[in-house]
């Protein structure tokens, strides 16, 4: 069972943040120049919330809130899901589905030590299958 720590060793640990007073305009640019769905929402290096494309399209464009130089802090996603780099990738995939997010900041002693995205944790799950299955079929067939 892979460990968030491992995962974070081998994709890295940037962070792509703003404040809380930064506007959706300097936000999305960030997303679209970083070429990432969310980004972590800080304050004196704090995590004070999430915003999301998700957050984009469902506050701002269909609450008609087209406004793009408002503050982030309107539009972000105040309550986050964190995890530690000792949780493992299972529970971040359950934790995932269960609370329909696509990414969870990771929280080393309460500092930010990275961030992980849905498919972060299906590439994973998808490498320790691989594995597993050409162990079984060395075992099966005899080879080393």
């Known amino acids: 069972m892979t460990a968030v720590k491992q995962l ?3 994709k890295g640990q940037a962070v792509w943040s703003v404040q809380p ?3 959706v305009r300097s ?3 960030l997303m679209a120049d970083k070429n990432v769905g969310a980004l972590l929402v800080t304050e004196v290096d704090q995590l004070v919330g999430i915003f999301s494309e998700r957050d984009y399209v469902r506050k701002v464009c269909l609450e008609g809130k087209i406004d ?4 982030i802090s309107e539009f972000m996603t105040s309550h986050v899901f964190t995890i530690t780099p000792e949780n493992s990738i299972e529970e971040c995939m359950a934790l995932m589905t269960e609370k329909h997010i696509r990414h969870l900041p ?3 002693e309460g ?3 990275g961030i992980i995205s849905i498919g972060d944790v299906v ?3 998808i490498s320790d299958r691989e594995l597993m299955i ?3 079929e060395n075992y099966i067939t005899g080879r080393k």
């Open 111 to 113: 500092r930010l030590a």
């Open 106 to 108: 990771v929280l080393k």
């Open 68 to 71: 793009l130089d408002t503050p």
């Open 8 to 10: 974070l060793q081998n």
């Open 123 to 125: 590439k994973e799950v």
């Open 27 to 29: 936000a999305l640019q």
């Open 21 to 23: 007073g930064d506007t």
């Open 134 to 136: 050409q162990h079984l």
